[in-house]
């Protein structure tokens, strides 16, 4: 089972400003990451496949990078509704497995 | 508008049954090219899939290791829906439950979520 570490546990940043997010896998995904956000009470919601496409109606300060074991996701200017808590997920091998979750909290 | 609605009882005793159904509306239970997941969310064991079903030419079932001694999950395709059983619940299966579809790969798709608590 592939294990997937999310960097770091809690991000402080200030809204305006940019975040960065990391995501390393225990071994080679490929480019098949995906990266989810999850607001408190709700289901996470997919952001980003493919490592670095954005899903249906994310907007375009969501960007992902990275291949093979090391991936970050940027949100370039956080918006009020961006502080939350983000997973990574790897579907390149059974059983697909998730991060323990990065929360962004408001600096 | 493709949604998955989830429902089920929120306190289970324990040794009892956890027994949780996803109504699908927009996406066929039947589909060639989903999967329809049950996935538990707790602060000790983060997100934690638990097993699937999907269709394709047949059914297949796949489940968590942790549970499979424990759990069946059921397509009913004259309700399009798909459900979760787990047996003999002890309060670590106290969660937040959650179906999803996967399409190529990622959870494209989940229901609302049921928060589960196994308690007497």
């Known amino acids: 089972e592939i294990v997937m570490t999310q960097s770091p546990a809690t991000l402080s940043v200030s809204p305006g400003e940019r975040a960065t997010l990391s995501c390393r896998a225990s071994?080679?995904?490929?480019?098949?990451l995906a990266w989810y956000q999850q607001k408190s009470g709700q289901a996470p919601r997919l952001l980003i496949y493919g490592a670095s496409t954005r899903a249906t109606g994310i907007p375009a300060r969501f960007s992902g990078s990275g291949s093979g074991t090391e991936f970050t996701l940027t949100i370039s200017s956080l918006q009020s509704e961006d502080f939350a808590v983000y997973y990574c997920?790897?579907?390149?091998?059974?059983?697909?497995?998730f991060g323990q979750g990065t929360k962004l909290e408001i600096k | 508008q493709v949604q998955l609605q989830q429902s089920g009882p929120g306190l289970v005793k324990p040794s009892q049954t956890l027994s949780l159904t996803c109504a699908i509306s927009g996406d066929s239970v039947s589909s060639n090219s989903a999967a329809w997941n049950w996935i538990r969310q707790s602060p000790s064991r983060g997100l934690e899939w638990l097993g699937r079903t999907y269709f394709r030419s047949k059914w297949y079932n796949d489940y968590a290791i942790s549970v499979k001694s424990r759990i069946t999950i059921n397509p009913d395709t004259s309700k399009n829906q798909f459900s979760l059983q787990l047996n003999s619940v002890t309060p670590e299966d106290t969660a937040v439950y959650y179906c999803?579809?996967?399409?190529?790969?990622?959870?494209?798709?989940w229901g609302q979520g049921t928060l589960v608590t196994v308690s007497s």
């Open positions: 997920q790897q579907y390149n091998n059974w059983p697909y497995t």
């Open positions: 999803a579809r996967v399409a190529r790969g990622t959870y494209d798709l």
């Open positions: 071994q080679s995904v490929s480019s098949n």
